[in-house]
């Protein structure tokens, strides 16, 4: 089967895509210090506009992806790249926390789910070979922008206060994103049989099925719920670990940079799981890297110095980064074509939920505690739960075999 080599645009658009959304939203933790001094709001008040802006994202990915398979992922991403720059500058001119919290939180938040989504599933319509990488290389513009969003974010706060760096990051996006959102294009199937060609955009024998015989069926509540425990797993290491390093008593700037190696690491664990997705099946590798995932947030448990911190975050950080494209792969190996942006939506908002759960109740252990302990022993049983519901996943019913009519 032809494929276009349109296709690597798309995959280039998404990742530059994620990576300037991603780096926008993300600023905000560069840019905490610098607003708390010179507005006098509380670290906790402005930190609560990013838990705002995660559960944003988590509930405008399924919104997001519906108008995607209803419009196409072009006016979408334009519509979100628009907003996201435009909610950046307002955030820059907030004068109250609580209009700040709205305008970083929801709008910004709202915006970047507006890429994510519709960009993975119109992704997942160009390739029929090769998906599992190209869905990975499309997360890893996302994994790009802490080593290049970020760091331009820190010169700028040096440079100017923190009103003109936001807006002048404001000014960056948009003049990124616009111009690359209008190269994105429907998938060819879709682009050819329009919307209303449900059928014949489904996976090869697959019955026919209806937006909402999909958000009923087993495989879709298993990724669903797979990718909540998934996320809830790591989202509490990721969140705390720094702190964790702090309370073993090593400095600052090293325990800051203990992100950084899992973030790095994420960048080759996408790349890798990809292959792996390409070469065993997404299934398979999933289920792997779940249960690796598992014993990976245990390890923090184990360790209190430099070394070993960096040992497990450089592993945690190739695992989880890695696992996460997978689930699109899954949808788009179960589901009609013309529903993908629904039913990535869908377990997107599953993972958003588990994301915001982790830095909330580690905290709750820390407080009751004092100490992280029984947050990485939890995480490691909520992560084997994870891997007890993948293995539950079963593709897609087949219709039994019948006549083929003449054509």
């Known amino acids: 089967m032809h494929q276009s080599p349109y296709r690597w645009v798309i995959v280039a658009a998404g990742a530059l895509l994620g990576c300037a959304a991603i780096g926008g939203m993300f600023s905000l933790p560069v840019f905490l210090q610098p607003i708390a001094r010179d507005t006098g709001w509380s670290v906790t008040g402005i930190s609560t506009a990013m838990t705002i802006g995660f559960l944003a994202m988590a509930f405008g990915s399924m919104a997001w992806g519906m108008a995607s398979d209803r419009w196409g992922p072009r006016p979408v991403v334009l519509s979100g790249a628009v907003i996201l720059s435009g909610a950046l500058a307002l955030a820059s001119r907030a004068d109250s926390l609580i209009e700040f919290q709205l305008l970083f939180g929801l709008l910004v938040g709202g915006a970047v789910a507006a890429i994510f989504v519709p960009m993975m599933a119109c992704v997942t319509g160009w390739f029929e070979t090769q998906r599992a990488l190209a869905v990975s290389l499309v997360s890893a513009g996302i994994g790009v922008a802490p080593m290049t969003m970020s760091p331009l974010a820190a010169w700028l706060v040096t440079q100017y206060d923190w009103r003109q760096s936001l807006l002048l990051i404001a000014v960056l996006t948009g003049a990124v994103m616009i111009p690359v959102a209008l190269l994105v294009r429907r998938p060819p199937a879709l682009a050819a ?76 664990g996408r790349v890798a799981f990809g292959l792996l997705g390409d070469r065993f099946g997404a299934k398979r590798i999933l289920v792997l890297g779940l249960l690796a995932q598992a014993f990976g947030a245990l390890a923090y448990a184990f360790v209190s110095g430099l070394g070993g911190f960096y040992a497990v975050a450089a592993l945690f950080g190739f695992i989880y980064a890695g696992i996460m494209p997978l689930y699109a792969v899954l949808a788009r190996e179960n589901f009609p074509l013309h529903m993908m942006g629904t039913v990535i939506g869908g377990t997107a908002t599953a993972g958003g939920l588990g994301m915001a759960l982790g830095p909330f109740a580690g905290g709750l252990i820390y407080d009751a505690f004092a100490s992280y302990a029984w947050l990485y022993i939890g995480s490691w049983g909520i992560g084997l739960g994870a891997v007890l519901i993948a293995m539950t996943f079963r593709p897609a019913m087949r219709p039994a075999a019948a006549p083929i009519p003449a054509s």
């Open 193 to 268: 049989e329009g919307p209303a060609g449900e059928t014949s955009t489904a996976p090869a024998g697959a019955p026919p099925m209806s937006v909402a015989q999909a958000l009923r069926s087993p495989p879709f509540l298993i990724l669903t719920l797979t990718n909540f425990f998934c996320c809830a797993t790591h989202s509490g290491p990721i969140f705390h670990t720094v702190s964790y390093a702090l309370t073993c008593g090593i400095p600052m700037i090293a325990a800051v940079s203990i992100y950084s190696v899992e973030g790095l690491a994420g960048l080759g």
